[in-house]
């Protein structure tokens, strides 16, 4: 009987320790949310990219905190404890919240691949001005060459021959060009990567919220049957 009671004692222990981490798992990632998108600046998409990169990153943190909820609940009524009635006990609030997590991230999917889309084209389109600017840079300097090739040539001492100049000039050229096409290369790939991991991983959070949510509020009776 001894042994009984200390088995009951130790569940019950474990069960309050274990709601308390998920408690504290929950409660540090949401703060942690809130104090990141302060001051907030939705308006631009680079802060929109980030914030939400970071929201993904964490986001199954408050998975694992409701995991430990429901666990600690079980020992603690295994152990005998009588549970709280709906809609006042911490399992309710953890699904509720999880369905909530569930449309946030669906929604952070979708806006994450819209702004990166946004600042792939911005990045690119800053490129190729970059890229812009370095050749008419070129043609004037090639312009003063030009010149200068001139007035060599009617002294009788010029400094490169019009062959050289030309063969520089395309060098000059192509290696503007390569660069630009190497920058782009570098920006489709980086932004691909972003949009693949962040948005397929928010939509992959906001499913399996969702679907924990809606299935513990339905099979536990907090939906339907007002239990």
Do not use: H
């Amino acid at each position: 009987m001894s042994a009984s009671n200390d088995y009951r004692r130790l569940s019950d222990v474990s069960g309050q320790i274990l709601q308390i981490i998920g408690v504290v798992l929950i409660v540090g990632v949401l703060l942690d949310y809130v104090i990141l998108a302060i001051p907030p600046n939705f308006l631009n998409q680079q802060w929109e990219v980030q914030y939400i990169s970071t929201l993904v990153d964490r986001g199954i943190v408050p998975l694992v905190g409701i995991a430990f909820l429901f666990v600690g609940s079980w020992l603690q009524q295994g152990a005998g404890r009588p549970p709280a009635k709906a809609p006042r006990d911490a399992k309710f609030w953890a699904l509720l919240l999880s369905v909530v997590l569930g449309l946030v991230f669906l929604l952070a999917a979708g806006v994450n691949f819209s702004s990166a889309q946004r600042l792939r084209q911005d990045a690119l389109a800053n490129i190729q001005n970059q890229a812009q600017a370095q050749e008419q840079l070129l043609q004037q300097r090639l312009g003063q060459a030009q010149a200068q090739l001139q007035q060599g040539q009617q002294r009788g001492n010029p400094p490169i021959t019009s062959e050289q100049l030309e063969a520089q000039a395309k060098q000059a050229l192509f290696n503007i060009r390569n660069n630009q096409q190497q920058l782009e290369k570098q920006v489709q790939a980086k932004v691909t990567q972003d949009i693949l991991r962040i948005t397929l991983s928010g939509l992959l959070l906001g499913i399996g919220y969702s679907a924990v949510g809606w299935s513990g509020l339905v099979g536990l009776g907090y939906l339907g049957r007002g239990k």
